[in-house]
């Protein structure tokens, strides 16, 4: 069930992850001169850093008995996922469509929270006991959490 306490906090690391995001993008840009797609490349990796660590502790927090390498994967499942999702369509909006830099980034970011939250909620920050707890009631042992 989402929780409208989650899902505001999920919204409070959003903004602080994709101001992080947006401030390397406009640095890269502006100031170096990077090529747009490479600079969207390297800021959703400091949107990443910062949404990973945030989630776990502030809107997820009371299951950071989960283990923090189990989110982790989980987490980096989902980046790999959104990431490949993010340069795609930045690339499609931008680069086939001819839609402006700022305006494409902006369509991509909305339609990846979208996606990050749902499957952060169902997956990432889920208390499930994964591959090694399922082998591990098949076979009669326990795993501890």
């Known amino acids: 069930m989402i929780r409208l306490t989650h899902f505001s906090r999920y919204v409070s690391v959003a ?7 947006w401030l390397a993008f406009s640095v890269l840009i502006s100031l ?8 969207l490349m390297i800021a959703r990796l400091v949107g990443g850093v910062v949404s990973f660590f945030s ?5 997820w927090g009371e299951k950071r008995h989960i283990a923090l390498t189990q989110q982790g994967r989980r987490f980096l499942v989902l980046y790999a ?9 930045f690339s499609g909006l931008h ?3 001819a839609v402006p830099a700022y305006p494409a980034k902006l369509v991509t970011d909305v339609l990846c929270f979208l996606l990050n939250y749902l499957m952060m909620h169902a997956y990432v920050y889920h208390q499930r006991g994964g591959l090694t707890a399922l082998l591990a009631s098949l076979s009669g042992r326990s795993v501890p959490p």
């Open 15 to 21: 903004v602080l992850a994709a101001g992080g995001d």
């Open 32 to 39: 170096l001169g990077a090529p747009h797609l490479e600079s």
């Open 55 to 59: 989630n776990r502790y502030w809107t």
């Open 81 to 89: 996922v959104s990431y490949g999702l993010s340069v795609a369509l």
């Open 95 to 97: 680069e086939v469509l």
